[in-house]
């Protein structure tokens, strides 16, 4: 069997496998509420009650719910900005974060500079799949079927769609609160699984909570299960931002970096500005975006660029030893 009939029967199976998670997502989202409603369920009935403080302790864990839930609804239901998409305006009501005086006249488009940063329009290519002419950072989604601005990736089990322009701030930001929620779980209710197991002697009561024990054990494997998991995936999306890359471009440059180096010559991430400043783009925080505060809600907020303009490395209009036709692009259909 030739190579090429190997590589073609992978392909087979994996958009077999596209086709299987995409028709099981909305199931898989519907488990991933509820799954997260009974954690919350749980820890406010069986943990919560017994934490120290209870006036700062309780303010504190119900925010942190109400970010974890918020930013997940978000994720999934906020488009990840398709490139025929309309443009989007941001409401005047209290899902929307407020912008800073100084930043809330700033248009999204163009090219405009401050004293930190220059934004430049992207360049357009015609993508191979669905013929849009598409902005640089934007690509094809197979399974989606449609290209996507600053793809990242597609999500077929929590969000069952993609992430991207408009969507990857909440897609992170749940992330981090799932990573908080999984870890004072499984931390602070760790007395309470002896107590579930009826190992802890000091007690001297059988289980008093109305939700059942069997669920509080569960739930606490799960939660520990995913504080490990999530935090590592969490580490890879925020090394990843703080590099100036989407997960799709990591894997790109890296590619970019042999080429380079077999040249003699050093690859260089135009849209790399330092780890600082790429968070604070990415999240559309500092004196040009939102206050500190917005990481604290589960606010609406714009990114920093429409998708058809991207803030570079000051003298630089294009990654440095990349060569104009080298740039990976969507594989084509087999």
Same mark, same amino acid.
């Given at each position: 069997?030739?190579?090429?009939?190997?590589?073609?029967?992978?392909?087979?199976?994996?958009?077999?496998?596209?086709?299987? !998670?995409?028709?099981?997502?909305?199931?898989?989202?519907?488990?991933?509420?509820?799954?997260?409603?009974?954690?919350?369920? @749980?820890?406010?009935? #069986?943990?919560?009650? *017994?934490?120290?403080?209870?006036?700062?302790?309780? %303010?504190?864990?119900?925010?942190?719910?109400?970010?974890?839930?918020?930013?997940? &609804?978000?994720?999934?239901?906020?488009?990840?900005?398709?490139?025929?998409?309309?443009?989007?305006?941001? $409401?005047?009501?209290?899902?929307?974060?407020?912008?800073?005086?100084?930043?809330?006249?700033?248009?999204?488009?163009?090219?405009?500079?401050?004293?930190?940063?220059?934004?430049?329009?992207?360049? &357009? *290519?015609?993508?191979?799949?669905?013929?849009?002419?598409? %902005?640089?950072?934007?690509?094809?989604?197979?399974?989606?079927?449609?290209?996507?601005?600053?793809?990242?990736?597609?999500?077929?089990?929590?969000?069952?769609?993609?992430?991207?322009?408009?969507?990857?701030?909440?897609?992170?930001?749940?992330?981090?609160?799932?990573?908080?929620?999984?870890?004072?779980? *499984?931390?602070?209710?760790?007395?309470?699984?002896?107590?579930?197991?009826?190992?802890?002697?000091? !007690?001297?009561?059988?289980?008093?909570?109305? @939700?059942?024990?069997?669920?509080?054990?569960?739930?606490?494997?799960?939660?520990?299960?995913?504080?490990?998991?999530?935090?590592?995936?969490?580490?890879?999306?925020?090394? *990843? #931002? @703080?590099?100036?890359?989407?997960? #799709?471009?990591?894997?790109?440059?890296? #590619?970019?970096?042999?080429?380079?180096?077999?040249?003699?010559?050093?690859?260089?991430?135009? &849209?790399?500005?330092?780890?600082?400043?790429?968070?604070?783009?990415?999240?559309?925080?500092? $004196?040009?975006? /939102? %206050?500190? /505060?917005?990481?604290?809600?589960?606010?609406?907020?714009?990114?920093?660029?429409?998708?058809?303009?991207?803030?570079?490395? %000051?003298?630089?209009?294009?990654?440095?030893?990349?060569?104009?036709?080298?740039?990976?692009?969507?594989?084509?259909?087999?």
């Amino acid at each position: 069997m030739s190579a090429q009939r190997v590589f073609r029967c992978f392909k087979y199976m994996e958009r077999a496998g596209d086709k299987i !998670t995409g028709a099981a997502g909305p199931l898989f989202v519907f488990l991933a509420w509820v799954l997260l409603s009974l954690g919350a369920v @749980s820890f406010f009935n #069986v943990i919560q009650p *017994t934490l120290r403080l209870p006036y700062i302790s309780t %303010p504190i864990c119900v925010l942190i719910a109400v970010n974890l839930f918020g930013h997940y &609804y978000y994720a999934c239901t906020v488009p990840p900005g398709f490139i025929t998409d309309p443009p989007l305006h941001p $409401k005047n009501n209290i899902l929307w974060a407020k912008k800073r005086k100084t930043a809330r006249n700033i248009a999204l488009t163009g090219v405009r500079w401050s004293d930190d940063v220059a934004i430049t329009k992207a360049t &357009y *290519t015609k993508c191979k799949r669905c013929g849009e002419m598409r %902005p640089e950072r934007a690509h094809h989604c197979r399974i989606c079927n449609r290209c996507v601005l600053k793809y990242d990736h597609h999500c077929p089990v929590w969000i069952n769609g993609c992430i991207g322009l408009h969507n990857e701030r909440h897609f992170i930001l749940f992330m981090l609160y799932l990573i908080i929620s999984a870890w004072t779980f *499984t931390i602070c209710g760790w007395p309470h699984v002896l107590d579930a197991l009826g190992w802890d002697d000091h !007690t001297g009561d059988a289980w008093k909570h109305w @939700s059942p024990s069997i669920t509080f054990l569960l739930t606490y494997i799960l939660a520990a299960v995913l504080g490990f998991a999530v935090t590592i995936m969490a580490g890879w999306h925020f090394w *990843t #931002v @703080s590099n100036g890359e989407t997960s #799709v471009e990591a894997q790109d440059h890296d #590619v970019y970096r042999r080429v380079a180096k077999g040249r003699g010559e050093d690859f260089v991430n135009s &849209y790399d500005l330092g780890k600082l400043k790429n968070l604070q783009l990415f999240f559309n925080i500092g $004196k040009t975006g /939102y %206050p500190l /505060y917005t990481l604290l809600f589960p606010f609406r907020c714009e990114p920093y660029t429409d998708g058809r303009a991207w803030a570079r490395r %000051p003298g630089y209009e294009r990654h440095s030893g990349l060569r104009a036709g080298e740039e990976l692009t969507d594989d084509d259909e087999e």
